[in-house]
């Protein structure tokens, strides 16, 4: 019986992953290396992987910023009510329990040009919904939790016994955090960075809401490869959907790695 689970386990890896993966660098790679090149030098597909590469950059950065303080925060702050603690932690969960496509229609429905707030942004000169803020908006909300979802577990393990320490010894609020904290958390922080990266670059839904999809303005990778599906042009939607597809493992292939060296040391 154990040998069967076993068995089956290696069967459904393959189907749902190996094989996927296989078949879309075969697409790929139908018309040889040059059509691969083909592929991913049209301008279209140029302007989404770069479009992509902002849009990762710019999550990245805020997703670390804010999920490490919020993470400190639900943890540390003695001054919130664990009432307020509770709900913020429920709230934290909310993008797993909703569909990206939802979070997408209700940023359309906040900021959308229709909307109020919406007009006086865009009475401003600041446009929200189908241009790079919104695409940032909505990644944001599909990726947020995973930055806190790494670094809260590290804060409640280690304790504030050493940051308490600190404090007594006169060292402010910042050092503390640098010399005392940081060095604590920084691997789970390196774990949240790979995750938001790699789920940034295969979101979807929620972009594809907000953004419109308009060739060469708010193109991402993803909805060049929808695009591409959608004119039955295979072998450049695998060409894009490989190179995602090539981050997108050898950063989970980079976290492994990390935390095998975390072992090690």
């Not at 942004?121 to 944001?140: F, R």
């Not at 594809?208 to 039955?232: C, H, K, P, R, W």
């Amino acid at each position: 019986m154990r040998r069967l689970w076993i068995g089956l386990t290696y069967a459904v890896f393959l189907l749902l992953i190996v094989i996927p993966l296989f078949k879309i660098a075969s697409g790929a790679l139908q018309d040889g290396v040059g059509g691969l090149v083909e592929a991913l030098t049209r301008p279209e597909a140029i302007h989404a992987l770069m479009m992509t590469g902002i849009i990762v950059v710019i999550v990245t950065v805020i997703n670390t910023v804010f999920g490490v303080m919020l993470s400190i925060y639900l943890v540390r702050a003695p001054w919130l009510h664990p009432r307020i603690k509770g709900l913020l932690n429920s709230i934290v969960d909310l993008p797993y329990a909703v569909s990206p496509v939802i979070g997408g229609l209700m940023i359309v429905l906040l900021v959308g040009p229709d909307t109020v707030i919406g007009a006086m942004l865009e009475g401003a000169g600041v446009k929200i919904v189908y241009a790079l803020p919104g695409m940032v908006i909505a990644t944001l909300f599909v990726t947020f939790p995973l930055m806190v979802r790494e670094v809260m577990p590290v804060l409640q393990e280690i304790g504030s016994q050493q940051e308490e320490a600190a404090t007594m010894l006169g060292s402010y609020s910042w050092y503390t955090f640098w010399k005392v904290t940081w060095p604590s958390i920084r691997w789970g922080v390196i774990y949240g960075v790979v995750l938001t990266v790699a789920r940034t670059l295969g979101e979807f839904g929620a972009v594809l809401v907000v953004s419109g999809n308009i060739m060469n303005l708010t193109q991402t990778a993803t909805t060049l490869v929808y695009q591409d599906v959608e004119n039955f042009n295979v072998l450049a939607a695998s060409g894009v959907a490989l190179v995602l597809a090539a981050f997108s493992v050898g950063l989970l292939l980079l976290m492994e790695w990390a935390k095998k060296r975390r072992e090690v040391h």
